[in-house]
Every structure is written in structure tokens, then in C-alpha cells.
């Protein structure tokens, strides 16, 4: 049952545009969000988090966009860069449970 | 900074053999969790583990595996007898709490297990 989906298994960007990597899920029980990015031999390093409060959260170059209703969300990066080429993960976890739902990923590859 | 350790980085074993990952998570924090990514497939959530038992676990954590925190830094995961679907790389992470705010999960390089 894939509850957290992404549907781009990949996206190319230029240096220096925006990149907007997108997430859907079905749970509406899910009321935290948070974007991992994962290079190859590594472990998943911690992003960006919304909570389903917000519709909004900002941290420098990336921005995670959440849209309720239509169990949307979508991180926003800009402007990119080369050392942001690495697989993003959207992930989702609910009040009623301590683990994260990850979708499948989309590699990112920026293009000098 | 500091980070959650797994060792070993790799590890190649017989189908049917017992296998145990090993986890450092970081030292103050209290929840702690595996994972497995299948090759080319999505981060699968297996447990989570809070105050010595375990808290929460996937329909894949079934009776052949097993977590421990043997001491007060190690968290490992005992897969009894392997099989070639387990192959795959196994995370850990770990959590200062359950609270919102801090509900982050930091995760370590991973130990890619392979069946043969």
C-alpha cells in the first residue's frame, strides 16, 4: 500500500533554476511532512519539515509547499545548484504512530 | 556533529544464517528505529524501539527478526535466518523524542546486507 508517492522517479534542472520536486499522499491522517535527500552510500540526511499546520515552511534555498486538500506537497528549490543533484525523499508521519511512510524518491540532477 | 554509525558498512552471508547489524545512534536521544531500502525501491520503515521494547513494527518485522540495545550505546538488529529477499541496505535512525518539533530522524550510512 503506497501511502506517500512520487510519481517523477527523475528530474533535470539548469544551475541556477528552480527545482520543484512533488509528493502525494493518501492518509489523511499524516500531519507531518518532511523531505530527505539521500546520496549514493549514504543514509537519508534530514531536509525540511512542515507540519499540518502550516501551508508553508522556508529554510534558506528550499521551500516545502503543503496543500491539505489535495494531500499535495511539494519542495522547492531555487536557485539550484550541482551539489543538489541526490535522490529526494518525501516522507509522512501521523500523531497516531512514531514511524515515517517514504515514498519512492526522485533523483535530481542539476546540470552546471 | 554528531551522527549515527552503523557497522558493518558491508555485509555478505549465506542464506539461512544469522546476521546482526549493528547501530551507534546518537547519545542523547531516545527513540530509535531500522529500515531497509530494497535496491531501486523505497525506504521501508521495519521498527521502532522507546525505553527498552519495542513501540512500533512493520508486517516485514516478523518473527525472524529481532532488535536488542544490549548496552547503553548499541542498538542491533538480529536477523535470524536470512533469505535472499532480505537483501537490501538496512538504516537506523534515531530521534531525540516523540514530540513534533523535534520528531526528526537522523539516519546512519547503512549496512548493505547481501544474501547469497
Known amino acids: 500500500d503506497q501511502q506517500v508517492k512520487q510519481n517523477s522517479p527523475s528530474l533535470s534542472v539548469q544551475e541556477g533554476r528552480i527545482s520543484i520536486l512533488n509528493c502525494d499522499y493518501t492518509?489523511?491522517?499524516?500531519?507531518?511532512f518532511l523531505w530527505y535527500k539521500k546520496y549514493p552510500a549514504e543514509g537519508p540526511t534530514f531536509l525540511i519539515s512542515?507540519?499540518?499546520?502550516?501551508d508553508k515552511n522556508e529554510d534558506g534555498r528550499f521551500t516545502v509547499f503543503l496543500n491539505k486538500s489535495a494531500k499535495h506537497l511539494s519542495l522547492h528549490i531555487v536557485p539550484s545548484q550541482p551539489g543538489d543533484s541526490a535522490v529526494y525523499f518525501c516522507?509522512?508521519?501521523?500523531?497516531?504512530?512514531?514511524?515515517?511512510?517514504f515514498g519512492t524518491g526522485t533523483s535530481l540532477t542539476v546540470i552546471p | 556533529e554528531p551522527e549515527v554509525t552503523q557497522t558493518p558498512s558491508h555485509q555478505v552471508t549465506q542464506m539461512g544464517q544469522e546476521v546482526i547489524l549493528r547501530c551507534v545512534p546518537i547519545?542523547?536521544?531516545?527513540?530509535f528505529y531500522w529500515y531497509r531500502q530494497i535496491l531501486g525501491q523505497k525506504v521501508e520503515f521495519l521498527v521502532s524501539?522507546?525505553?527498552?521494547?519495542?513501540?512500533?513494527k512493520s508486517e516485514i518485522f516478523d518473527d525472524q527478526f529481532s532488535v536488542e540495545r544490549p548496552d547503553g550505546s548499541n542498538f542491533t538488529l538480529k536477523i535470524r535466518s536470512t533469505k535472499l529477499e532480505d537483501s537490501a541496505m538496512y538504516f537506523c535512525?534515531?530521534?531525540?523524542?516523540?514530540?513534533?518539533?523535534?520528531?526528526?530522524?537522523?539516519f546512519g550510512p547503512g549496512t548493505r546486507l547481501t544474501v547469497l
Open positions: 535512525a534515531s530521534s531525540p523524542d516523540r514530540g513534533k518539533v523535534t520528531d526528526t530522524q537522523y
Open positions: 492518509n489523511s491522517m499524516f500531519d507531518y
Open positions: 512542515i507540519s499540518s499546520i502550516k
Open positions: 516522507a509522512a508521519n501521523s500523531y497516531t504512530g512514531n514511524q515515517f511512510y
Open positions: 547519545s542523547n536521544h531516545l527513540y
Open positions: 524501539f522507546y525505553n527498552n521494547e519495542i513501540s512500533e
